[in-house]
């Protein structure tokens, strides 16, 4: 199996470049099968993934957080040319969100080992199509879509100066924007019924957990062939605090403060434009946008998925 790791050098306040190397000296000689490619610049790694599946490579790992995924998964399905690799993660960053919807192991070489091992298992993605200044743009996500309130959170951290600091810089971030929340109407349908409300944050998730680990989405997974979508109604900034909190202990929210329902796609409008991301990269703002579920898109080289909804 011909083996591609991508990977991004400045992951976990830069610790993924310095630890990459003695990383996978320290697993012997499953080593010598690892092709290592590093990415230099922001979007580096979806072109690299490209190239790799033109390549003809069998397996690419993203060494890194959820936004180096995000790009290896970009950079592999919008090329046409050669098969589909499996993917695997080799988890350095703020979040790795996606990862946590797996058991992976612990120990990062262990969590290598996975990554290189066999079977893989078929997950689905989302995929999203908004409209930009020359036409619509797409781009695929394999977590999570967000948004409102988390997309404004993911702004203020990704513009400060602090994010070495990764979660606690991420905590102040979320301090902030809870100060100065910004409501907004959304319309449209999920799946087959119609959709209006009010909301301070939307998402469509695949996995359990976003912004850094909350877990909201608690009967999500990727390996299931639907979004859960969750919202909440506008509220005060000490009614947002509790949710985020019981979030981060894993704790079920409760029914009326975070709305959830179910379905394979959405299309949504607002008569405002609204800040979205996907999987932690920041995509802009948007007045409509129209998201599908792509079932069993890809192979992901992981454990189990983790039982979720408890």
């Not at 310095?18 to 990415?39: H, M, N, Y």
């Not at 403060?257 to 607002?270: F, N, W």
Request: glycine content about 12%; charged content about 20%.
């Amino acid at each position: 199996m011909r083996v591609a790791a991508l990977v991004n050098p400045f992951a976990g306040s830069r610790t993924a470049g310095k630890q990459w190397p003695i990383l996978l000296q320290s697993i012997g000689w499953e080593a010598k099968r690892v092709d290592t490619f590093w990415s230099e610049y922001p979007g580096h790694c979806e072109s690299i993934a490209a190239s790799v599946r033109r390549s003809g490579y069998d397996r690419v790992i993203a060494v890194g957080g959820d936004g180096t995924l995000f790009e290896v998964l970009n950079g592999l399905w919008w090329e046409e040319r050669g098969d589909m690799p499996s993917v695997g993660m080799v988890p350095f960053g703020t979040g790795c969100d996606y990862f946590r919807n797996f058991e992976n192991g612990t120990g990062m070489a262990a969590r290598l080992k996975t990554a290189l091992g066999e079977p893989a298992i078929k997950v689905s993605l989302g995929k999203c199509r908004y409209p930009v200044q020359d036409g619509m743009r797409q781009r695929v996500f394999a977590n999570v879509l967000g948004l409102g309130f988390d997309a404004e959170v993911v702004r203020r951290f990704k513009s400060s100066n602090f994010q070495r600091l990764g979660l606690f810089s991420y905590g102040i971030s979320a301090i902030a924007e809870m100060r100065q929340l910004r409501p907004f109407a959304l319309e449209g349908t999920l799946g087959d019924s119609s959709f209006r409300a009010d909301a301070v944050f939307f998402a469509a998730t695949l996995g359990c957990c976003f912004g850094k680990g909350m877990r909201i989405a608690v009967d999500a997974s990727p390996s299931h062939d639907r979004f859960e979508f969750v919202h909440a109604a506008p509220m005060s900034p000490m009614g947002l605090f509790s949710p985020i909190i019981r979030a981060y202990l894993g704790l079920r929210q409760d029914d009326s403060v975070v709305k959830r329902s179910y379905g394979s796609g959405a299309v949504l409008g607002s008569s405002m434009p609204i800040m979205f991301e996907a999987d932690g990269e920041l995509l802009g703002q948007t007045g409509i946008v129209e998201i599908e579920l792509i079932p069993d898109a890809f192979s992901f080289a992981g454990g189990m998925t983790k039982k979720q909804g408890n």
